[in-house]
């Protein structure tokens, strides 16, 4: 998802937990929120930053190979709906960096963990959009996907993260809709537009299932952020729904899931599918995808040549803030 | 319920619109209302994932966004009035620079912030004059009606500029050094702005656009008031302007705005998108 590979500890049985780890596990259990002053496992508090910081870095890297075609968007309306959608998931990495902040680490703290590679963002954003079919691709698979994970995440055990969700949860049906939308255009339009559609799901379509992270009995962390209800599925059962959900889109836009092992499976009343490859994903994790660095030079660079600007804001508010001072103490 | 008349009379309703010996010049007229909105939109749009800071990110993508919807009215009521069913997405992805009636000040390239947000405060400073002016003042009920949902926008545009100018000039040296050199960098080309030709004489004196030239007063105390605060020092107004873009003789810099923007629309004619 956008936090994949979240690293978090061994679950821990009731026998080995402290009376207030024990209190804790039962606030949890009951679906109470806890709250920033709340106490808390250290080992929560900082499987929460990780993931957190994980999920609003992929928002704002995510802005990146939707933003490779605003300028090149075929009308007015898709070149505003496509800003939009994208000024969106820089409003998600806000919510998410301040819902970091209230477990005590600064944005600024995460963004220098981001630029110097030791906190990842979603594998997804590291693949090219080359055709305008791919922001409708994007939409509609990547914004899919990160609903299918974001839903359930609404009703996570701490409260900030919670709330985040829900907003983000509004806007991303919007964010899938607009991607559908261009699909259908294109998939309904010229053949060359057919063309683009059709291509855009054979690159887009294994990299998403790649969001949710590796198979369940390949994700040995799970068992605890489940207990903590940081993480309420587990990897396959999204992806499983994923794709029972996605395949029937497709067919109603008339292109082709590229998948030849793709088939309907009455009894588990779900689709079977082959997994992606997972030594590209790991490769991709590792920097090895397509656009890691690009994407990772385009954050660099924004955030280095903004440095003055950023100073420049700071120094006036210093400065503004003595005057204040001066007035008030020549008015008293 | 008994029936009533829903077609609207178009000349009943904006007589100016009708008026066959204005239509030209009126045409061209808000294709240079609307191309600038349309070029600096494309500008402001190329800052989207890269900006100085999430926040600034989020308010240069509102900005864009404001002026693409601008771009959508000012354009569709031109090809409105041209008769020749051409649409606003016509106009814009289907004419090449030299049909482009922008002032040549939006389409320099975006520099960095300092240059982007001093373009905006320039440009504002004056968008927000002419359409406050429209808005009350215009003999085309369409053009008031438009300016009047663009203004509440612009307005806003005008107040964050004027505050980062204020801030980045009385900021850092460095900051005020960058904003300094972008102010004497984009003067030459603020007085296009005020520079009124034969167009602009027709429009004037129809009623339908303010006289230039009485803008000029408050544009430049707005602006001098701005810039004394942000402990800047304001260039010649009397200096000298590059004129062109409102007659279609753009700087170099359009035809690649437009190769970019234009691509879907030319590489792949006729589609639907
Ligand atoms: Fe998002
Ligand atoms: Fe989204």
């Known amino acids: 998802m956008y936090a994949q590979l979240v690293k978090s500890e061994g679950l821990k049985s009731r026998e080995e937990m402290s009376p207030q780890e024990q209190a804790f596990q039962d606030r949890v259990d009951k679906g109470e929120k806890i709250e920033p002053k709340d106490w808390m496992p250290e080992g929560y508090r900082k499987t929460l930053v990780r993931q957190i910081g994980q999920h609003a870095h992929s ?35 806000l919510y998410l960096y301040s819902a970091a902040e209230t477990l005590g680490v600064s944005r600024d703290e995460l963004l220098d963990k981001l630029h110097s590679g030791k906190m990842k963002y979603s594998s997804i954003f590291n693949y090219p959009t080359l055709n305008w079919a791919d922001i409708g691709a994007v939409g509609w698979l990547v914004d899919g996907a990160a609903i299918m994970n974001q839903v359930p995440l609404q009703r996570t055990s701490y409260g900030p993260y919670s709330r985040a969700m829900i907003r983000i949860c509004k806007e991303e049906s919007f964010h899938q809709r607009q991607g559908y939308a261009i699909m259908m255009k294109m998939a309904q339009g010229t053949p060359d537009q057919k063309n683009m ?67 309907w499976n009455e009894e588990k009343q779900g689709y079977d599918f082959s997994e992606p490859d997972w030594s590209e994903f ?39 803030a003595d005057r204040r001072k001066a007035a008030s103490v020549a008015a008293e | 319920m008994p029936d009533v008349e829903t077609t609207v009379d178009v000349a009943a309703n904006d007589p100016i619109m009708t008026d066959a010996a204005l239509r030209p010049a009126f045409f061209e007229w808000l294709c240079r209302l609307g191309d600038n909105a349309l070029i600096l939109g494309h500008r402001t749009s190329e800052w989207c994932g890269h900006g100085p800071v999430l926040e600034e990110d989020i308010a240069l993508a509102n900005t864009a966004l404001d002026l693409i919807g601008h771009t959508q009215m000012w354009l569709g009521l031109a090809g ?15 004419r090449d620079a030299m049909k482009f009636r922008n002032i040549l000040l939006v389409e320099l390239p975006k520099g960095d912030m300092a240059v982007t947000m001093m373009r905006e405060f320039l440009f504002d400073a004056y968008h927000h004059l002419l359409l406050t002016w429209l808005s009350s003042n215009s003999s085309s009920p369409r053009v008031a009606e438009i300016a009047a949902k663009a203004v509440k926008e612009v307005s806003y545009h005008l ?41 602009d004489e027709r429009l004037s004196d129809a009623g339908v656009a303010p006289d230039l030239a009485q803008l000029r007063g408050a544009w430049e105390t707005k602006v001098r008031d701005i810039l004394e605060e942000a402990t800047l020092t304001m260039p010649d107004p009397a200096g000298y302007a590059h004129l062109g873009g409102k007659q ?9 705005i437009l190769a970019e923007m234009q691509f879907l629309q030319r590489a792949y004619p006729g589609a639907s998108w």
Not at chain 1, 78 to 88: G, P
Not at chain 1, 202 to 221: E, I, T, Y
Not at chain 2, 80 to 94: C, F, K, Q, S
């Open chain 1, 59 to 93: 928002e704002i890297v995510g802005q990146l190979p939707e933003g490779n075609w605003i300028t090149r968007a075929p009308t007015l309306e898709r070149k505003a709906i496509l800003l939009a959608k994208v000024q969106d998931e820089a409003g998600h990495g």
């Open chain 1, 197 to 263: 559609a059709q291509d855009a799901l054979n690159r887009f379509w294994f990299p998403s299932l790649m969001m949710f992270g590796p198979s369940d009995k390949d994700s040995v962390h799970s068992a605890q952020s489940m207990a903590w209800k940081i993480k309420i599925n587990t990897n396959d059962e999204l992806r499983q729904k994923f794709v029972n959900e996605t395949v029937p889109q497709a067919k109603y836009l008339g292109l082709t899931v590229p998948d030849e092992k793709l088939e």
């Open chain 1, 282 to 320: 790991f490769e991709v994790i590792k920097g090895n995808g397509p656009c890691n660095r690009e994407r990772m030079d385009a954050r660099v660079k924004a955030w280095e040549d903004g440095e003055w600007f950023r100073d420049g804001l700071n120094a006036y508010a210093d400065k503004a």
């Open chain 2, 80 to 94: 409105e009035l041209e008769g020749e069913g051409r649409d606003a997405d016509t106009l814009a992805y289907l």
């Open chain 2, 159 to 199: 107040d964050r500029a004027s505050d980062i100018v204020v801030r980045l000039g009385d900021g850092t040296a460095e900051s005020h050094r960058r904003m300094q050199d972008a102010l004497e960098l984009l003067w030459p080309y603020t007085g296009e702005m005020f520079k009124a030709d034969e167009v």
């Open chain 2, 248 to 256: 279609g003789r753009h700087t170099e810099h359009l035809g690649f």
